[in-house]
């Protein structure tokens, strides 16, 4: 084996120790029969929605809404993920709504510099 392979195969290791230790260490501090704390039950309340408004600004930061195509496409697309969401009440099915049509409306109606 020559060195690369050997980096590639430590960095999976603690890449993995890393992971397994993660998933694993509530468990160890929350398992059994005992109470969660407060503060546990209230970040599980609160951070899903929290995450999700973290996402939309990341994915909508660099959004021109001053050039071509003036942010229609992603503007469209989110408007559709509320709509479906609403109406089917189905996470997956209203990220794959809205990135299919940003997808379609970037590669045909908003070319841009092709």
């Not at 397994?20 to 407060?38: D, Q, V």
């Not at 021109?64 to 089917?88: C, D, K, W």
């Not at 996470?91 to 940003?102: A, D, N, P, R």
Request: hydrophobic share 55%; aromatic share 10%; proline share 4%.
């Amino acid at each position: 084996m020559n060195a690369d392979w050997i980096y590639t195969l430590e960095a999976l290791a603690v890449v993995a120790l890393v992971t397994i230790l993660t998933r694993s260490l509530p468990f160890l501090f929350f398992g059994g029969k005992k109470e969660l704390p407060e503060t546990v039950i209230y970040l599980g309340t609160v951070l899903p929605a929290a995450i999700m408004i973290i996402l939309v600004v990341f994915c909508l930061r660099n959004t021109g809404l001053t050039t071509y195509p003036f942010g229609l496409p992603e503007l469209l697309s989110v408007a559709l993920v509320i709509v479906v969401h609403r109406i089917g009440k189905n996470v997956f099915l209203s990220i794959i709504t809205g990135t299919g049509l940003y997808m379609v409306l970037i590669r045909t109606l908003f070319m841009v510099g092709s």
